[in-house]
């Protein structure tokens, strides 16, 4: 999985040159809230979505740190709500790449403006937000469905399923 | 308790993952503020083993771009040449009548002064890569620290200004494109000489410029002024495409279409000369800046 969370950042900006920022998939994004859904290991999750977000930092003009902040945070957001919400099919995840994405997008210009003197949140424009949240969503369920596939050949194990918790509780008569 | 225990450790990974993210921005953000920044030992490394990986992930893309390119060139390359031809000529004539009027003007002086100015030793560098995050503009190149590349370096093209350096490892460097929120450099309008700031928009290029009266019009060449010595005056930046009404506001902006076409850049030229003046790279707006150049931050 090393392999993918490091070559995805190069596959992005490889992309970059035939498809406009606004129109093109934030593929490293999505293959964390990919990874969120399908790995199993918490920890090791972790470390990829942070390593992810590294490579991002360095092959784009980010801070050093800014993407691996925000993919920790968005793993996190990810594997707390598909804990809680099914997230099996492909209308939750379009909504909920949806959400991932305009909050992302206010995490970065946020992060940037708050790092910044000078710089303005002008960016949060829903021209250019609108977008990104539009293609982000429609991409998540072929992103998610790549990623499971390969989790599924790494680990050789069936993905995206969580082993289902029975409440048990005493009977008091 | 294993399930605590289990969630405690999440919790502090969770904790030390994103401090050390955090740490590295303020690092990051304090090597950019001092002039900019010769990225750390592991991460260099990790740019140098990841350039020659990325060139290959670039390979199939890149013959589909310049296959596509040379078909497109094909259908209407001999209609071109005629018309190349035709402003050859034209460009030439002009050219000769503008030497007569410098001669005459005697300003070839200044010209000589501005040739010496351009004889820095430059350095061809590939594009590797663009920006990794749909937020930014900036482009990875295949030459670094051991090739005497350093951050605060210009980047241009033959067609005009590029960008500026703004991280480099030993083999790679990371340049900072003239589109990118954070950059602005000082223009003058070749024309009438009126001065302003040239922004990106992640986009596209702004002209900024001060004056009811600044005489910008549609197709008006913009150059670099050179005063902050990052650039050397002279180089194309773009054409003015529509100019904003005159209003009660003092600053006016104009649209520029940029003379690089930076969705179809392959090769750079970098200036190996970096500007004794890079702390004005960084300045804060709103404080008395003479020549914001690309770097000054703006907004993402």
């Given at each position: 999985m090393l392999v993918i969370v490091f070559g995805v950042p190069m596959l992005e900006g490889a992309l970059a040159p035939f498809l406009p920022a606004a129109f093109r998939p934030d593929l490293p994004l999505l293959v964390v809230f990919a990874l969120a859904l399908a790995w199993r290991n918490t920890a090791t999750g972790l470390v990829l979505a942070a390593v992810c977000g590294f490579v991002v930092d360095l092959f784009s003009g980010a801070l050093l740190g800014q993407h691996a902040l925000l993919s920790v945070l968005a793993f996190v957001a990810s594997r707390v709500l598909s804990q809680r919400v099914s997230m099996i099919g492909a209308l939750p995840q379009i909504v909920f790449a949806a959400g991932l994405t305009a909050v992302h997008a206010i995490g970065v210009v946020g992060l940037t403006t708050f790092f910044t003197p000078g710089a303005d949140l002008a960016l949060l424009r829903p021209g250019v937000v609108l977008p990104r949240v539009a293609v982000n969503a429609l991409a998540a369920p072929a992103v998610n469905a790549i990623v499971a596939t390969l989790v599924t050949w790494v680990s050789g194990e069936e993905t995206g399923r969580r082993p289902l918790r029975i409440a048990t509780r005493s009977y008091v008569p | 308790m294993t399930e605590i225990r289990s969630r405690v450790l999440l919790a502090g990974l969770t904790a030390l993952l994103a401090g050390f993210a955090l740490v590295n921005m303020v690092v990051d953000r304090r090597a950019l503020a001092q002039g900019g920044r010769e990225l750390s030992w592991w991460s260099g490394l990790a740019l140098d083993v990841a350039v020659p990986i990325q060139k290959f992930v670039a390979i199939p893309f890149e013959i589909a771009r310049v296959s596509w390119g040379e078909y497109i060139a094909l259908q209407g390359v001999r209609r071109e040449n005629g018309d190349l031809r035709g402003k050859l000529a034209e460009s030439e004539d002009e050219n000769l009548q503008l030497r007569e009027a410098l001669l005459a003007s005697g300003r070839l002086d200044r010209i000589a002064e501005m040739r010496e100015e351009f004889d820095v030793p430059m350095l061809r560098a590939n594009l590797v890569?663009?920006?990794?995050?749909?937020?930014f503009r900036s482009v990875l190149i295949d030459r670094g620290r051991n090739h005497g590349v350093h951050s605060g370096m210009p980047l241009i093209s033959e067609l005009g200004v590029v960008g500026l350096v703004t991280a480099t490892s030993r083999n790679a460097a990371k340049g900072m494109l003239l589109?990118?929120?954070q950059s602005a450099v000082s223009a003058v309008v070749q024309r009438s000489r009126d001065r302003g700031v040239v922004r990106g928009t992640g986009d596209g290029l702004v002209f900024e410029f001060v004056g009811r009266d600044a005489d910008v019009a549609p197709g008006d060449l913009l150059i670099t002024s050179g005063l902050g010595g990052v650039f050397p005056k002279g180089l194309r930046i773009g054409v003015v495409a529509t100019v904003e009404e005159a209003s009660a506001q003092l600053q006016r902006e104009a649209t520029v279409d940029p003379v690089v076409d930076f969705g179809r850049l392959e090769q750079v030229f970098v200036m190996l000369r970096r500007s004794s003046?890079?702390?004005?790279?960084?300045a804060t707006e709103?404080?008395?800046?003479p020549d914001p150049a690309p770097g000054a931050k703006s907004g993402p």
């Open positions: - | 890569g663009l920006d990794a995050s749909t937020w589109l990118d929120r003046t890079m702390d004005l790279l960084y709103g404080g008395d800046q």
